[in-house]
C-alpha cells in the first residue's frame, strides 16, 4: 500500500484538536522543566506543548494498560474517546508486548483491548536525542516506523503528517480541510531531520559502547550462575520498582480488592517483579528471596523470556529506568556487564 | 464481552474440620463451573482478595466444589472464620490439569504431603470413576502427626474401591494409638511397590517435601518424564497474563501447575 503523505501547520493541528476535544480525551507532551510530561490538551497552554522532543516522563502504557484500572464493580463505564499525540518510536514499538500480552493467549484481556480501541495514537519523530537514549540498539528509530494511526514530523511551523492506519485515514478524511499536499522537498527535509537525530542517539551508543541485541542475545543464560556479577548489578538496588513502574514494557499486575460501601471492587493495578512480595505465596516460599534473583529476574524476562516467546528484545531503549533508578543502575551498564561477563563501573559523566 | 477477572458467586455448603488449620469447603457456585483433576480455581472473598486452590472433589460431581484449605495467609486466614450459608466468589478453572490419558494402563504411583492432599483426592476420585483402566493405583500419603492427615474418615474407604489399590499413610511423628509407619513419606517408598517402567508418579506436598521424594523416585529409576509435580507457585491472574507465578519459560498458571520433571529440572529455585 502506497503511504499516503500530507501537510498539517501547526496552527491547523491545534485548532483540530479544540475542534476534536469536544467528543474526545485528548492528551499531548508538555513541557516541564527538562522534561516532558503528558497532559490534557488545554488551547489555553499552546506554547508549553511540544510534540517533538523526546520520549514523555510517562511511557505509553499509562493510557492504556493504566496504573489502576477499575476491572469489577458491576457497572458498565463510558469512556470517551481518546487521543495521545506525540508518542515516539520507542514507546510504539512497546505495544508489540502489550499487545501480546494482554490481547492473545488464554483470554483476552476485555479492558485493555478496550482502551486500545479507543486510542487513536499520534506518533511524532524525535527532534534531539538524550544521553540516556539508546533505541537504536534496541532494533528501534528516534522515529515512528509502524503502530501509529497518523505520524507527524515537525519541519518549521508545519508537520509532514503520514498516516499509518485506517483510524488515521478516517481522521484525515474527516477534517480534509486541514491536511494539505506535500512536497518533495519536505519530505526530504524530513528525512535529513531524521538522519540527524539517528546520528545523536548513535553517538551516545557509542560514546557508552552500549550492546545491541545482536550481543545481548544469550548474555543472561550465560552468565545466568555468576551470583557474584548480580549481586554486583544489585548492589545499590533499594528495590523501589520505578524501573519496572517507568518502563513501557513491563506489564506485570495485581489483582486488588477493595470492599466499599457502593459494593466489592476489583483492580487491575501494575506490580514490580523488584518487590521481595512479587512471586512469594501465602506459606512463606519465594523463588526469588535474594535481591540480586529479583533484578536478575528482570533481565531474564526482558532479555531472555521475551526473545524466546515473542522474538522480541523487551527493551525499547527509552532510558526511562536509568533516570528513574535511585541507585543509579544503568542497564545499559548491566547489559555490557553480561556482555563482557564482567561487571564495569558506569563512568562519571 | 467475557471479563476472566470476574468470579461466579458460590454458597459454602458445608465446612468439614480436617485438622487444627485445615478445614475443606463444599461451595455450590451460582452457575455451574467444571474442571478436571490437576486444574486449580481462584477464590475470592467479597471485597478482601483471592488466592489460587485445586479443588479437592471429584471432578464428575458438576453440582458442588470442594477446596480443601490451609490457614496460611490473609484470604485463607478469612475464609476460616466463613460459615455454611456464607457467600464466596469462584473463577476459573485454570491450568492443564492431569493428563489422564496418559495415565491409562499404566501404574500410578501417588506421594502426598499435608495439604498436599487436596489436588491428589481429586486426582484419586477421578482415577476411581474409571478405576479399571489404571494397572495399579499406590498412594503414599505423609502427614506430621496422626492429627495432622487430612481426609481421615475418607481413607479407608478409598482403600475398599478395588483390589489393585494401595494406602499407606505414614507420619513423621507418632502417638499411643499410631500402629502405623513413623518416619517421613520418603521411608515408605521402597523398590519394588511398582513396575518402574510402566508407572506415572504424581507428588504434590510442600516444596521440601517434594524436592526429596522426586530424588527417592529418580532412585528407585522413574523417569524424569515420568515424574508430575505441582508447581504451587504464586499464581494470580490464571491466563498468563499478571507474570507472577512464571518460572524459566513457563507460567505455572496455563502452562502447569503441573510440570514433568524433566522440564523444569534445569530451572532455579523450583522448590521455593
Known amino acids: 500500500m502506497e503511504k499516503k503523505i500530507y501537510k498539517i501547520t501547526k496552527k491547523d493541528l491545534y485548532d483540530l484538536f479544540t475542534r476534536l476535544s469536544s467528543e474526545h480525551r485528548i492528551f499531548v507532551p508538555y513541557v516541564k522543566g527538562e522534561r516532558l510530561h503528558f497532559g490534557e490538551f488545554d488551547p489555553g497552554k499552546e506554547s508549553d506543548i511540544e510534540l517533538g522532543g523526546i520520549r514523555q516522563t510517562q511511557p505509553l502504557k499509562s493510557f492504556i494498560n493504566p496504573a489502576r484500572e477499575k476491572i469489577l464493580d458491576g457497572k458498565p463505564k463510558e469512556k470517551k474517546p481518546v487521543i495521545i499525540a506525540g508518542v515516539k518510536g520507542c514507546d510504539l514499538s512497546s505495544l508489540i508486548l502489550q499487545d501480546f500480552v494482554f490481547l492473545k493467549g488464554d483470554a483476552e484481556d476485555p479492558f485493555y483491548a478496550e482502551n486500545r480501541k479507543n486510542t487513536l495514537i499520534i506518533g511524532t519523530d524525535c527532534t534531539y536525542a538524550k544521553e540516556t537514549c539508546f533505541c537504536l540498539a534496541m532494533e528501534g528509530a528516534p522515529y515512528p516506523q509502524k503502530y501509529f494511526d497518523i505520524n507527524l514530523s515537525g519541519i518549521n511551523d508545519h508537520f509532514i503528517v503520514e498516516v499509518g492506519s485506517a483510524a488515521g485515514e478516517r481522521l484525515v478524511n474527516n477534517f480534509r480541510m486541514f491536511f494539505k499536499p506535500h512536497t518533495a522537498t519536505d519530505l526530504n527535509k524530513r528525512q535529513a531531520n531524521r538522519e540527524k537525530v539517528t546520528r545523536e542517539v548513535q553517538y551516545f551508543i557509542d560514546k557508552r559502547g552500549t550492546q545491541n541485541t545482536a550481543q545481548i542475545k544469550g548474555a543472561v543464560k550465560k552468565n545466568y550462575n555468576l551470583v557474584q556479577l548480580w549481586q554486583d548489578f544489585a548492589s545499590t538496588c533499594v528495590e523501589c520498582g520505578a524501573c519496572n513502574l517507568v518502563c513501557p514494557t513491563c506489564h506485570c499486575f495485581l489483582l486488588f480488592d477493595e470492599k466499599t460501601a457502593a459494593g466489592n471492587k476489583r483492580f487491575r493495578m501494575w506490580d514490580a517483579c523488584l518487590y521481595n512480595t512479587f512471586a512469594r505465596v501465602a506459606g512463606g516460599a519465594n523463588p526469588r528471596k535474594q535481591l540480586y534473583e529479583r533484578l536478575r529476574n528482570r533481565f531474564e524476562k526482558k532479555f531472555d523470556f521475551f526473545p524466546e516467546v515473542l522474538n522480541y528484545f523487551a527493551c525499547t531503549g527509552c532510558g526511562r529506568c536509568i533516570e528513574a533508578c535511585p541507585g543509579d543502575i544503568d542497564l545499559r551498564e548491566v547489559l555490557k556487564g553480561l556482555v563482557l561477563g564482567k561487571w564495569n563501573k558506569p563512568p562519571n559523566d | ?272
Not at chain 2, 471432578?59 to 475464609?79: A, E, P, Q, Y
Not at chain 2, 491450568?95 to 489436588?119: H, N
Not at chain 2, 506430621?144 to 474407604?157: A, G, L, Y
Not at chain 2, 523398590?191 to 508418579?201: H, Q
Request: some cysteine; overall charge positive; proline content about 6%.
Open chain 2, 1 to 272: 464481552m467475557t471479563n476472566p477477572y470476574a468470579y461466579t458467586e458460590a454458597e459454602i455448603l458445608k465446612v468439614v474440620e480436617e485438622t487444627h488449620n485445615i478445614k475443606t469447603f463444599t461451595l455450590k457456585p451460582r452457575t455451574e463451573i467444571g474442571f478436571r483433576a490437576g486444574q486449580f480455581m481462584d477464590v475470592t472473598m467479597p471485597g478482601i482478595g483471592e488466592a489460587p486452590f485445586t479443588p479437592s472433589s471429584n471432578h464428575n460431581s458438576k453440582d458442588t466444589l470442594d477446596f480443601t484449605i490451609m490457614r496460611t495467609g490473609r484470604v485463607t486466614g478469612l475464609l476460616h472464620q466463613a460459615k455454611a450459608g456464607d457467600i464466596v466468589g469462584v473463577r476459573g478453572p485454570y491450568g492443564l490439569g492431569y493428563p489422564l490419558k496418559d495415565f491409562k494402563g499404566k501404574e500410578l504411583f501417588i506421594v502426598g504431603g499435608g495439604v498436599g492432599l487436596a489436588p491428589l483426592r481429586a486426582l484419586l476420585y477421578a482415577l476411581f470413576n474409571e478405576v479399571n483402566d489404571y494397572k495399579k493405583i499406590v498412594l503414599k500419603y505423609g502427614a506430621r502427626s496422626p492429627k495432622d492427615i487430612v481426609f481421615k474418615n475418607e481413607i479407608d474407604s478409598w482403600k475398599a474401591k478395588a483390589p489393585h489399590i494401595d494406602i499407606e499413610v505414614s507420619v513423621d511423628v507418632g502417638d499411643d494409638t499410631w500402629k502405623g509407619n513413623v518416619g517421613l513419606v520418603t521411608t515408605v517408598l521402597k523398590p519394588g511397590l511398582v513396575d518402574i517402567n510402566n508407572t506415572a508418579a504424581i507428588v504434590c506436598g510442600p516444596p521440601i517435601m517434594m524436592k526429596f521424594v522426586t530424588f527417592k523416585l529418580l532412585d528407585l529409576g522413574i523417569k524424569e518424564s515420568a515424574i508430575y509435580l505441582s508447581m504451587e507457585k504464586n499464581m494470580s491472574c490464571g491466563i498468563g497474563k499478571c507474570g507472577h507465578c512464571r518460572i524459566g519459560p513457563y507460567y505455572a498458571c496455563k502452562d502447569g501447575p503441573v510440570f514433568t520433571y524433566d522440564k523444569i529440572k534445569d530451572l532455579q529455585k523450583i522448590w521455593d
